[in-house]
């Protein structure tokens, strides 16, 4: 094999975009949906089954697996000096309940291809390259979202994370035994040269502006809450409006609050109630007891704080005015993330390379470089979806942006994993 110097990188070392996309393709018949999009939730056999096909495709791409304690799978395809710390790319590989084909799984598969193409190529790499897939980064089916990079990144504890419970009690570190990927490496303390993130926009802006390459210079905070306010349940139809303790109505008037004040910090600010369980559920029956969660989000910390105390003193004045009982629990928060310069500059010179149309763009979503960004040099490269639509099954991407943005991905690895120790 041979090995390249930055210099030497030129678009004739390119991926095989018709490879990745068919690989995407064949992982979205794992839990596929009658709308196009996929269900894996986050460690189910579904999962399962998706973990299997990419270990199966890595070690046929020469790749050594480990899996660690968070369920966390490596896939390293070894260098000249295998003792240097490696250049690392990944994503996750659950879904959404109604997810779509790229989010996600484009970023785990983007990295596998590149693996690929270095043997394509010939090419050896002075450091190993890796790919990675995150356990639970959506945090639909175990709360909190991109809670295994979080362990890795020493965020949250081993405990915390192993010990978070599903809808129906079931804990990660169960279901991580019962399908077979709790490992035994530790989960973080390694030492990473640079990583990378491919993915998805999420958003509409590339397509919009008609750019191909999304260089991320940052992410934006977030803010996590689960809420409950209760009541009194009552009979619907002998207790009189004045008398009632409707948690639900109360409920309503929380989800205005949250929706003020996303507007209230507009542009950047977005606020959400995305979730809502109403007890007992019964038609004739007064709601007594509402837990709902509240997603905010914003690029300046100062302004989550702010956004916060909206919400605190909102929920107060809510409760008192229905005499309800609340519980604000903040179950998730990371600050606004700014990404290393040095690895920004090499997905921009990349694209740049390839001739991609491409800007700088803050990330509006959390991904697992969010948290890996605290203990390594990290960047991100964004591609367009389809009207911006994500987390939906219609979810879509053209087979030339997620050639591009491999690409991108690629070279910017190829100029880290030669850098010398």
Known sequence: ???????????????????????????????????????????????????????????????????????????????????LPPVMTGSHADSQPTGGRFDGIYGVLGGLEVIRSLNDHGIQTERPVETVIWTNEEGSRFAPAMV??????????????????????????????????????????????????????????????????????????????????????AHAGPTPMPRRRDALLGASRVVQLVNEIGLRHAPLACATVGMMQVHPNSRNVIPGRVFFTVDFRHPQDDVLAKMDAELREGIAKIAEQGKLETQVEQIFYYAPVPFDKACVNSVRAAADRFGYSNRDIVSGAGHDACYLATVAPTSMVFVPCIDGISHNEIEDATIEWIEAGANVLLHAMLERASEPG
């Open 1 to 83: 094999m041979n090995a390249v110097s930055e210099a030497a990188l030129t678009t004739a070392i390119h991926v095989n975009g018709q490879r990745l996309w068919d690989s995407l393709m064949e992982m979205a018949k794992i839990g596929a949906t009658p709308k196009g999009g996929v269900c894996r939730l986050a460690l189910t056999d579904l999962d399962k089954a998706g973990r299997d096909l990419i270990v199966q495709w890595a070690k046929e791409a020469g790749c050594t697996v480990s899996v660690d304690q968070m369920g966390n799978v490596f896939m390293r395809r070894a260098g000249r000096n295998n003792d």
């Open 148 to 233: 295994a990079s979080g362990v890795f990144a020493g965020v949250f504890t081993l405990d915390y994370g192993l010990s978070r419970k599903d809808i129906e009690g079931k804990t990660i570190g169960e279901e991580l035994k019962r399908i077979g990927y709790a490992g035994e490496l530790p989960c973080g303390g390694r030492k990473i040269h640079a990583a990378f993130e491919l993915h998805i926009e999420q958003g509409p802006i590339l397509e919009a502006e008609n750019k191909t390459i999304g260089v991320v210079t940052d992410a934006q905070g977030q803010r996590w809450y689960e809420v409950v306010l209760t009541g009194q349940e």
